[in-house]
T-cell receptor, first 111, second 116 residues
Framework: RKEVEQDPGPFNVPEGATVAFNCTYS??????FFWYRQDCRKEPKLLMS?????NEDGRFTAQLNRASQYISLLIRDSKLSDSATYLC???WGTGGFKTIFGAGTRLFVKA | DTGVSQDPRHKITKRGQNVTFRCDPI?????LYWYRQTLGQGPEFLTY????????KSRLLSDRFSAERPKGSFSTLEIQRTEQGDSAMYLC???FGGGDGVTEAFFGQGTRLTVV
């Protein structure tokens, strides 16, 4: 089993749609969680951190379920510019910290 | 430019040659990571430094790969006797961390390696 798993997609949605991605992780000792966005042939960039209580940033909502070991990202009112690959990131370790990326979920938003 | 910078941006090399990549992290960041990314995959962890200490190496990092961060600032990743399977984007990232806290990692634009 991979340490961090995501549905690779692609998700093809029309503008204005709501879309959700899940990400599961295998290490119950995981300590912090992020969603990154990666545009084609560009480096990953932080989209948002994921907090235990859930958090929202505009049209984006992130949630963490420690019991089931998954995190989610919800995008509301999707825009053409949201088309990208969304990478789930999980950190664990003490002393030496390990940052593991999922393979990413591709999203295409169409007019 | 105060972001993470990587050099070179592109490298084409013949199989069997050695290559070395450089990463200059954000100056106040004590943590530095190397990742490898192939088409359609997320970044795969290779190795991680806290200051000058290399704290973890992935099993993906074979004996042909070596990374250093001699003064806790810039880092180099060397691949010896390159193979076609080494062709990938090599990404460097840095972050600031203390104790078990982890802040956002910032990535460089990567070095794209093509082994012919």
């Amino acid at each position: 089993r991979k340490e961090v798993e995501q549905d690779p997609g692609p998700f093809n949605v029309p503008e204005g749609a709501t879309v959700a991605f899940n990400c599961t992780y295998s290490n119950s000792a995981s300590q912090s969680f992020f969603w990154y966005r990666q545009d084609c042939r560009k480096e990953p960039k932080l989209l948002m951190s994921v907090y235990s209580s859930g958090n929202e940033d505009g049209r984006f909502t992130a949630q963490l379920n420690r019991a089931s070991q998954y995190i989610s990202l919800l995008i509301r009112d999707s825009k053409l510019s949201d088309s990208a690959t969304y990478l789930c990131v999980v950190n664990w370790g003490t002393g030496g910290f390990k940052t593991i990326f999922g393979a990413g979920t591709r999203l295409f938003v169409k007019a | 430019d105060t972001g993470v910078s990587q050099d070179p941006r592109h490298k084409i090399t013949k199989r069997g040659q050695n290559v070395t990549f450089r990463c200059d992290p954000i100056s106040e960041h004590n943590r530095l990571y190397w990742y490898r990314q192939t088409l359609g995959q997320g970044p795969e962890f290779l190795t991680y430094f806290q200051n000058e200490a290399q704290l973890e190496k992935s099993r993906l990092l074979s004996d042909r790969f070596s990374a250093e961060r001699p003064k806790g600032s810039f880092s180099t990743l060397e691949i010896q006797r390159t193979e076609q399977g080494d062709s990938a984007m090599y990404l460097c990232a840095s972050s600031f961390g203390g104790g078990d806290g982890v802040t956002e990692a910032f990535f460089g634009q990567g070095t794209r390696l093509t082994v012919v």
